[in-house]
């Protein structure tokens, strides 16, 4: 069960951090941090800078992320931004556009 | 909407929280319940109840909602479309506006409250229960 929940109907306009996981289903604007999993579920909307031990994209994301392990954009994912993680993956379906940083 | 997850351990699709270990500083709103047990520091604008869990702190210049549960600590002013409840423990600095405002033993609350309700025709003097009162002013720790 994920520490911090931002439910379908809720907007928040600010800044989130936690030292746990987050799973955002509503609107988030402005800048979200985490040091545990970061989920952005289907139907969600994202305009932040993301900063994750991980993050998991279903839904629309409009800013720049860095995870520490791995970022994983879903099918159905629309994430406008650059990626920066260890580990990236993008599924069939996902609309992606920016730059990915793999650190290599 | 419907929820498609259960992993969120949401009641609810349109639910939200705000976990121990988390901060929001910034303007929250919209529907759907709200318990915050971390830290929020902003105006909170709910169609939905706001419960301020035990250990957890709102500073915040404006709150509404609808019902409202506070045991934790809660500073400003809150207007809710329904109940108020200060649960023991709570420590709560501003303005209480509700339908119905609860005060446990053991809340420690500073500020008014303002809560429209009718006097009986006695008290208030006039028939056919026209009278109605409102309490204000009222600033005080208990315990």
Redesign the interface.
């Known amino acids: 069960m994920a520490s911090t929940v931002i439910g379908a109907g809720i907007t928040i306009e600010g800044e989130i951090a936690t030292d746990e996981d987050i799973v955002v289903a509503g609107t988030v604007r402005g800048k979200l941090t985490a040091k545990d999993s970061v989920t952005i579920e289907h139907g969600a909307t994202v305009e932040a800078d993301v900063v994750g031990g991980s993050l998991v994209v279903g839904g629309a994301l409009t800013g720049n992320v860095t995870a520490q392990e791995r970022v994983d954009l879903q099918s159905g994912a629309r994430v406008i931004g650059n990626v920066k993680a260890a580990r990236v993956t993008i599924a069939d379906g996902a609309q992606f556009k920016g730059s990915v940083d793999m650190d290599v | 909407?419907a929820q498609?997850?259960t992993?969120?351990?949401?009641r609810?699709?349109?639910?939200?929280?705000?976990?121990?270990?988390?901060?929001?500083?910034?303007?929250?709103?919209?529907?759907?319940?709200?318990l915050v047990?971390?830290h929020v520091e902003?105006n909170v604008t709910l169609?939905?109840d706001l419960t301020i869990a035990e250990g957890a702190t709102v500073t915040s210049e404006a709150i509404s909602a609808q019902a409202v549960h506070i045991a934790g600590s809660l500073e400003g002013n809150v207007t809710a479309s329904g109940a108020v409840r200060l649960a023991s423990g709570a420590r709560v600095r501003g303005d209480l506006q509700g339908s119905s405002i609860v005060i446990d033993d053991g809340a420690r609350f500073s500020g008014k409250l303002d809560c429209e309700f009718d006097l009986p025709p006695e008290l208030g003097g006039a028939s056919q229960g026209e009278a109605r009162g409102r309490a204000s002013n009222v600033s005080g720790a208990r315990r």
């Open positions: 909407m498609t997850r992993a969120t351990g949401a609810d699709a349109s639910d939200a929280r705000i976990g121990s270990a988390a901060r929001v500083r910034g303007r929250i709103q919209g529907q759907g319940n709200l047990e971390g902003g169609r939905g």
